[in-house]
Each structure stands twice: as C-alpha cells, then as structure tokens.
C-alpha cells in the first residue's frame, strides 16, 4: 500500500472519531437541555401550586380597614404571592418537593 493511501486512511478514521465525538457531544447536551428545561417546568408547576394554596390561605384572612382594600391591593397581592411562591419552589429547603416528583416520573420520558 502506498503511504499517502495509508495517511488518507488515518485522516479519515480520525476524521470519523472526530465526527462521532462531536455527534455524541451534540446528543448528550441536547439532553441535558431537556433535563434543565424539564426541572424548570416541574419547579415552575409547583409555584403555580403553591401560589395557589397562598391564595386560598390569604382569603380566610379577614381584610383590614389599613389598606382601604381595591383593585391595585388585590394585584399587589396576587404578585406578592406569585413571587413567594416561585421562591419556595426554587429552593430545595423550603421547597415541597413536588418537583422533584414530577421531574423523577418525567425524566425517563424525554
């Protein structure tokens, strides 16, 4: 065999691996992608859970005379519980551990 033949083998072999490594690499982050974005859903679920379980506990709550009450304190509220909620969730320590549920039975499925 000639040597040339024999370098354009290794070129294309190395080539080759070089292709699969770069396919294998592609794969693997395209999954961790997917695992991110599914821990994200799971966590965003559950602060759409937990928000309202703060909403139903802030209507048991007899409403003062302070704050004169009205639309602009209802949104503020609803915010305010909107922002708690995604803090609870985003936290492993407070968190209810409801996303780490739906992430363990979704996590084979993507």
Do not use: C, W
């Amino acid at each position: 065999m000639n040597p040339i033949d024999i370098s354009m083998a290794r070129f294309n072999l190395q080539n080759q691996k070089m292709e699969n490594l770069e396919r294998f690499s592609n794969l693997n982050s395209q999954k961790n992608l997917r695992e991110e974005s599914l821990r994200k859903t799971a966590s965003d679920f559950e602060a759409v859970f937990i928000k309202q379980f703060l909403e139903t506990m802030d209507s048991t709550v007899r409403k003062s005379e302070l704050f004169h009450g009205g639309q602009a304190e209802n949104i503020f509220k609803s915010m305010l519980n909107d922002e708690v909620a995604k803090n609870i969730a985003s936290n492993p320590t407070t968190s209810f551990g409801l996303a780490e549920q739906i992430y363990q039975q979704m996590k084979d499925r993507i």
